[in-house]
């Protein structure tokens, strides 16, 4: 009677979860075809999980590899992700408002009302390249070959990276309004005012703190970092007369990098891009590839805030307002390799799952293209 009674009652669940699961489906509530495919989506991750299998050996020290000329990784600082897609918060001025804060006795806590917060979703993509070694190169102990094929691929992806990035923050449809000037009447490499005091409109002091200023006015922050192309520097800043002239009147040098942070006093980091990549256009009678270099920064001149330059404190970055992250998976860039050829062709892979977001463009200013 007992086992008739489970049966039962097992019986009557099941139909109670299909007319339930019926019902749900009829008023858009579920997809039964996605309820369907959860069993084959996990055979499906169990079996590409067996085909693909990381290389801890190779992977640790991709992991640790840095290009030194890429400052993409110190505009949008990267943060880690634990999957695929990603919900990221607009940050609200809650934290600048000022409100009564002394309590009286008997009265009531001071409470903050919040602003509302938007959301913006932000989807990860993968990025792979693989460096073929043939099985008798695969083998050389003199030269640890595979590791250098494993390195390449993972430079292959990270150049990449830095160029998704310099895309990004260089494009001033990505800003907010009256956070870009791409229409400046003098460049820089032929301003000749010399004082920042002189309110002159073409002095680069006069420009770069007004734009510093117009941060200020949206977040309370005064910009802590600039980004710039080699030929910025090379061309205007490093020529420049006001930074001439402060730079003389205490050391007998050339202006370096860091002597922008006497012109500009609220910058602590300075960032020269000097990255480029090479464009084929044809090869040559040895069969080598023509082409020219294109600089990933260009001419273009950048002014952000990140709480990352002033804290070590990884959460307390991600919490609070700032120009933007490049959000990194988990464990990536990872490295493996595989065969082809019947076996005599070994490729070394690198892979990173990556994407690279502007979470506040008001917290960022971009003068394009600076030079004539």
């Known amino acids: 009677m007992k086992k008739f009674f489970k049966s039962y009652m097992a019986a009557t669940l099941s139909v109670v979860a299909a007319i339930a699961i019926m019902v749900l489906w009829h008023f858009g509530v579920i997809d039964v075809g996605s309820l369907l495919a959860i069993p084959f ?5 169990q079996s590409f999980q067996q085909q693909w299998q990381v290389n801890p050996t190779l992977t640790a020290p991709l992991q640790m590899h840095r290009q030194q000329n890429f400052i993409g990784g110190k505009v949008l600082v990267e943060a880690p992700a634990d999957s695929m897609w990603i919900r990221v918060p607009s940050w609200a001025k809650d934290n600048v408002i000022i409100v009564q804060g002394k309590r009286g006795i008997g009265g009531p806590t001071n409470v903050i009302r919040p602003q509302k917060n938007g959301f913006s979703d932000v989807i990860l993509e993968e990025y792979d390249a693989a460096y ?3 099985w008798t190169l695969a083998q050389n102990k003199t030269f640890n070959m595979q590791m250098y094929a494993t390195l390449v691929a993972g430079d292959i992806c990270a150049l990449w990276q830095e160029k998704e990035i310099a895309d990004l923050v260089t494009t001033a449809a990505n800003y907010a309004s009256g956070h870009s000037n791409s229409s400046l009447s003098v460049k820089w490499d032929q301003v000749t005012d010399v004082t920042l005091e002189s309110g002159g409109v073409n002095s680069i002091g006069v420009l770069i703190t007004d734009a510093a200023n117009t941060i200020k006015s949206k977040h309370g922050v005064l910009p802590n970092a600039c980004a710039m192309g080699f030929n910025v520097w090379q061309k205007a800043l490093g020529k420049n007369p006001e930074l001439l002239a402060i730079v003389k009147g205490v050391v007998a040098r050339r202006p370096v990098y860091d002597d922008l942070k006497m012109l500009f006093p609220f910058l602590t980091t300075i960032n020269i891009g000097v990255a480029s990549y090479f464009v084929q256009s044809d090869v040559d009678s040895d069969g080598l590839p023509v082409g020219t270099f294109v600089d990933l ?18 959460q307390a970055n991600m919490l609070a307002p700032h120009f933007g992250n490049t ?5 990536f860039p990872a490295a493996d390799n595989y065969t082809t050829e019947g076996g005599k062709v070994m490729n070394f892979r690198a892979t990173k799952v990556m994407k690279p977001a502007i979470l506040s463009n008001d917290l960022g200013y971009l003068f394009k293209g600076v030079l004539s």
């Open 327 to 331: 959000f990194v998976m988990n464990g």
């Open 297 to 314: 920064w260009g001419d273009d001149f950048l002014l952000y805030y990140d709480p990352a330059l002033e804290t070590t404190d990884l």
């Open 132 to 134: 073929p070694l043939d």
């Open 41 to 45: 989506i996990g055979m499906a991750q």
